[in-house]
């Protein structure tokens, strides 16, 4: 068997609407030494059937079906371990490879850093471009050593989004060996996390890391998974979750865990609150009472820090009517439409 060096790694779910469409926009890209495995969680709808025809002829693309949904975390674990390429980019089935990514990444891989972060284009749900995602200050090709510490914390400075502390499958190739030396942690089961553990967990024993900055792929919005049990939920992922693994991981008056809680207020700003309490209030049901509670707690925990924006921020939060942003987001829309 030819040596592979690269492996697209799909865990899928339900995806059946999306796959095709993921799938046509790789396959014409696939070079000698390149694969496609698809782990499909269990899926109930079309999904088998969307995937069938990339399974015939020759193409390198594998399709395993499991009878139980193991859930993201041991689903992305799984599709790894699966592959046998020296590299795996683990990529969503409903995102779309912008043409030339894999060429671009062969070509990058050849330098054989541990792990390459490249940026995306976020897209609505029909695939329209809504803007680049800004993922890292650091230039494009910069490199670090993730167990140097001061190069660590260069990194951790840089970055804008959680992306670029590897939230987002999609930007993120590793080399697979690296990724096997380190085993699944059971206690982020169900966090959508245990991979972000999984590769920080890497750095003590030497992380090479190279931003690429380009994006290659356009991300599908409108259509996430973890939204199942409603925005506040979602939040709760995010918000919680990476102050947890900064715990966790480094310590909690770490240098590396206070950028991680810093990126956090970049996502969560006050706006993004306010949008979600609007979207409560405008239920008027009981569950929308303990969701504007629970909002409020997330925010509190968001802006706990000390500093000028977190202290701003909270005030703003605690303070604005939501009438107040309901009336000014009305403003603007009506003069988005005028300037248009």
């Not at 040596?3 to 697209?8: A, D, N, Q």
């Not at 995937?51 to 992305?76: K, T």
């Not at 190069?151 to 096997?180: C, E, H, K, P």
């Not at 259509?223 to 480094?250: E, P, T």
Request: hydrophobic share 40%; with cysteine; aromatic share 10%.
């Amino acid at each position: 068997m030819s040596v592979v060096r690269l492996s697209i790694c799909m865990p899928t779910y339900n995806f059946g609407e999306f796959i095709a469409e993921t799938l046509a926009s790789i396959v014409p890209q696939l070079a000698p030494g390149v694969e496609i495995v698809i782990l499909d969680g269990g899926s109930t709808d079309n999904t088998s059937e969307a995937v069938r025809p990339f399974l015939e002829g020759s193409l390198p693309v594998r399709y395993v079906r499991q009878d139980a949904r193991g859930g993201i975390d041991r689903d992305m674990a799984r599709t790894v371990e699966l592959a046998h390429g020296e590299y795996c980019w683990l990529f969503s089935s409903d995102d779309i490879m912008k043409p030339g990514a894999i060429a671009r990444v062969l070509g990058e891989i050849e330098s054989g850093f541990d792990i390459y972060v490249c940026g995306l284009t976020l897209c609505d749900r029909d695939m329209n471009v809504l803007e680049e995602h800004r993922v890292s200050r650091a230039s494009w090709g910069a490199t670090f050593d993730l167990r140097d510490a001061a190069d660590r914390q260069r990194y951790f400075g840089l970055a804008v989004t959680t992306t670029a502390l590897f939230s987002f499958m999609g930007s993120i190739i590793l080399r697979r060996r690296r990724w096997m030396e380190h085993g699944l942690d059971e206690g982020y089961i169900g966090s959508c996390w245990a991979h972000v553990v999984r590769i920080l967990r890497m750095i003590p024993s030497g992380l090479k890391l190279k931003y690429l900055g380009e994006s290659l792929l356009m991300k599908r919005g409108g259509n996430d998974s973890f939204m199942d049990k409603g925005l506040v939920h979602r939040y709760s992922i995010a918000i919680d979750g990476y102050h947890r693994i900064a715990q966790d991981v480094f310590g909690e008056d770490a240098l590396e865990s206070r950028h991680m809680r810093r990126v956090i207020v970049n996502e969560f700003t006050p706006k993004v609150f306010f949008f979600a309490k609007v979207q409560c209030l405008r239920n008027r049901l009981p569950l929308a009472i303990s969701d504007v509670a629970e909002l409020d707690r997330l925010a509190a925990k968001a802006y706990r820090d000390p500093g000028l924006r977190n202290f701003v921020y909270s005030i703003i939060y605690r303070m604005l009517p939501v009438w107040v942003y309901e009336r000014a987001r009305t403003m603007y829309k009506r003069l988005r439409r005028m300037a248009a």
